[in-house]
Nanobody, 129 residues
């Protein structure tokens, strides 16, 4: 189990921006996959973006392509999700996810839910009005 601590959620008007952070200070075993998921009230949790820290490869859900950017700062053991041009439909609880898979091929299965995350953060609320 990897401890994940999210921060950065909040309320913003449509068209605004937010940056989410996910710190994972305890994991030191090479490269791995991480992702962001979200869940709106009454809906299933869906993958938003994923990154493989070994090469910086990324995958995005179609609904956020061109608006969201996932990144990793290895020295700080922190992952980020920069969310721009936010829409009301982006509202939801956002969760950070860790998966120990090695390599870019893990990203799409992780995002679609075919592969399950090994650890989850507690979630941070994003509200767009």
């Amino acid at each position: 189990h990897v401890q994940l601590v999210e921060s950065g959620g909040g309320s913003v008007q449509a068209g605004g921006a937010l940056r989410l952070s996910c710190a994972h200070p305890g994991y030191t075993c090479g490269s791995y996959c991480m992702g962001w998921f979200r869940q709106a009230p009454g809906k299933e949790r869906e993958g938003v973006a994923a990154i493989y820290t070994g090469g910086g490869h990324t995958e995005y859900a179609d609904s956020v392509k061109g608006r969201f950017i996932i990144s990793q700062e290895s020295a700080k053991k922190t992952m980020y999700l920069q969310m721009n041009a936010l829409k009301p439909e982006d509202t939801g609880m956002y969760y950070c996810c860790f998966h120990g898979g090695k390599g870019e091929p893990w990203l799409r299965p992780l995002l679609t839910g075919t592969v399950k995350c090994d650890s989850w953060g507690q979630g941070t609320q994003v509200t767009v009005s």
